[in-house]
């Protein structure tokens, strides 16, 4: 079921700002309760993706006392993307609930 909305979860996980690929991993993780426990083998080409379609950008970075990592953030067209998909996950998403509950046609 995540298929299709995976780019639009790792957007919004990195809408509070930048982050390291594992700190995105279990802002997910934490945000969905658990639900979407990712692997890294799906988050990072994921990542990559993003950033080739300029939704992200990234720079290398080494902590104090930590090893170098590469942090990720939103560019402007990856702020205005999620915006887009949030507006179309609210439409699907009520479409799926009208039509699983037997309600009204969408919309009503």
Do not use: C
Not at 79 to 105: N, P
């Amino acid at each position: 079921m995540l298929k299709g909305h995976l780019d639009a979860i790792v957007l919004a996980a990195l809408e509070t700002g930048p982050a390291h690929g594992y700190a995105i991993i279990e802002t997910i993780k934490q945000r969905s309760a658990g639900t979407f426990d990712l692997p890294e083998g799906t988050v990072y080409p994921a990542l990559h993706r993003l950033e080739q379609a300029g939704l992200l950008s990234s720079a290398w970075t080494t902590p104090p006392n930590g090893r170098r990592r590469r942090v990720y953030s939103l560019t402007k067209a990856g702020s205005s993307a999620l915006g887009e998909r949030r507006k179309a996950w609210g439409r699907f998403s009520q479409a799926v609930d009208t039509v699983l509950g037997g309600g009204r046609a969408w919309p009503a």
